[in-house]
């Protein structure tokens, strides 16, 4: 199983781009799910989280403008972007703690990442 990721690209600053990230395929069940960005010459780092009940959790550097949610039916997570700013252009990866079918075994698995530039 892949996770694809949607929704990146160049957006002006002040932008509310959304982020969409969801299995290539169908799975058993997905637990936990999350964004990560990863700018150039750093570490990755946590954007936010959601668990399956929808507790989440959010970067210090995020609260207040990005929003993270999640559609169990689709099996998706959303990272709704806004009030963008060009410190924030970086590649963003979602990742997800899920089981598929075939096994007991619970993985997490990351997404390709999507490139988002914060630029005038």
């Known amino acids: 199983v892949q996770l694809v990721e949607s929704g990146g690209g160049l957006v002006q600053p002040g932008g509310s781009p959304r982020l969409s990230c969801a299995p290539s395929?169908?799975?058993?069940?997905?637990?936990?799910m999350g964004w990560y960005r990863q700018a150039p010459g750093k570490q990755r780092e946590l954007v936010a989280a959601?668990?399956?009940?929808?507790?989440?959790n959010y970067a210090d550097f995020v609260k207040g403008r990005f929003t993270i949610s999640r559609n169990n039916t689709k099996n998706t997570v959303y990272l709704q972007m806004n009030s963008l700013k060009p410190e924030d252009t970086a590649v963003y990866f979602c990742n997800a703690d899920l089981r598929e079918f075939w096994t007991s075994v619970r993985i997490v698995y990351w997404g390709q990442g999507t490139q988002v530039t914060v630029s005038s």
């Open positions: 959601i668990t399956s009940g929808g507790s989440t």
């Open positions: 395929k169908s799975i058993f069940s997905i637990y936990a």
